[in-house]
């Protein structure tokens, strides 16, 4: 079995696959740590469900938090009894990066990307809901050919709350009616219809500069919150980064 590693800046995301299938998947909070305390949350994550590195043949991790990517290069190998991928400059995605500089685009949205261009065709726009907004753009060629990157949910509401005085935190659930009743729902209908608001707006003006009629998927956390209320988003894939994870390790082990 392959053990799939996704670091945010806000969560972690475990998924264990066998061959294609997702057999099992966990999420936990992004924090420093040492390797050993590391391991030992991770050993006992997999241990709940009955999963020991004997069972596991390779990991593989993306990371957008550079201290946690080093760590987690130390602790990889105690997971496995197979080799250890970390997504970065040199792995092979099989994807042509026509951006400016190549080396800028984090490796969840290549990641993305990747899986989006396999599991919905050419073109197709990603857009992941985590700590940013984030918009990834395959091209009708199958290049990946930039994006947008947005505040997100989460970070944009905290902003609102701590640079207010009399303003607090919301569940982020659909008020009655757009018209909020109260303050609390007030601020519920601008998180909300305001985020999706962002997401058709930028989704729209993409859609208008890629040749082809691109597949719009969202996947993260935040997707299953925020995609009711869009126009323009066709599917929710939730564990689409997970599975572009699998696909990457695949491709690098053919190489080998």
């Known amino acids: 079995m392959l053990l799939t590693i996704d670091v945010g800046n806000t969560q972690v995301a475990l998924g264990m696959f066998r061959d294609e299938e997702l057999v099992g998947h966990w999420r936990f909070s992004t924090k420093e740590q040492t390797s050993d305390e590391m391991r030992w949350e991770l050993l006992g994550?997999?241990?709940?469900?009955?999963?020991?590195?004997?069972?596991?043949?390779?990991?593989?991790?993306?990371?957008?938090?550079?201290?946690i990517t080093a760590t987690m290069r130390s602790v990889a190998p105690a997971l496995s009894h197979g080799p250890v991928l970390v997504i970065g400059p040199g792995i092979r995605t099989g994807m042509s990066i026509e951006i400016?500089?190549?080396?800028?685009?984090?490796?969840?949205?290549?990641?993305?990307?990747?899986?989006?261009?396999?599991?919905y065709g050419t073109p197709v726009i990603v857009v992941d809901f985590g700590t940013s907004t984030n918009f990834d753009v395959v091209s009708a060629g199958g290049a990946y050919i930039g994006?947008?990157?947005?505040?997100?949910?989460?970070?944009?509401?905290?902003?609102?709350?701590?640079?207010?005085?009399?303003?607090?935190?919301?569940?982020?659930?659909?008020?009655?009616?757009?018209?909020g009743k109260g303050t609390v729902e007030a601020i519920q209908s601008g998180a909300l219809y305001?985020?999706?608001?962002?997401?058709d707006g930028i989704v729209g003006r993409l859609i208008d500069e890629v040749v082809g009629d691109p597949a719009v998927v969202a996947t993260g956390g935040l997707a299953?919150?925020?995609?009711?209320?869009?126009?323009?988003?066709?599917s929710v894939d939730e564990y689409l980064t997970l599975d572009g994870l699998r696909i990457?390790?695949?491709r690098n082990q053919e190489d080998q």
């Open 100 to 119: 400016d500089n190549p080396r800028e685009v984090g490796a969840d949205r290549v990641v993305n990307a990747v899986a989006g261009r396999e599991r």
């Open 248 to 250: 990457i390790f695949d």
């Open 147 to 179: 994006g947008v990157i947005a505040p997100g949910l989460e970070i944009s509401t905290r902003a609102l709350i701590s640079g207010t005085a009399a303003l607090r935190r919301v569940e982020f659930v659909p008020p009655r009616s757009p018209i």
């Open 224 to 234: 299953p919150t925020i995609v009711p209320y869009c126009n323009n988003v066709d």
């Open 45 to 67: 994550v997999l241990a709940l469900d009955g999963f020991t590195p004997s069972d596991i043949g390779g990991v593989v991790v993306s990371s957008v938090v550079p201290s």
């Open 194 to 199: 305001g985020h999706a608001g962002l997401v």
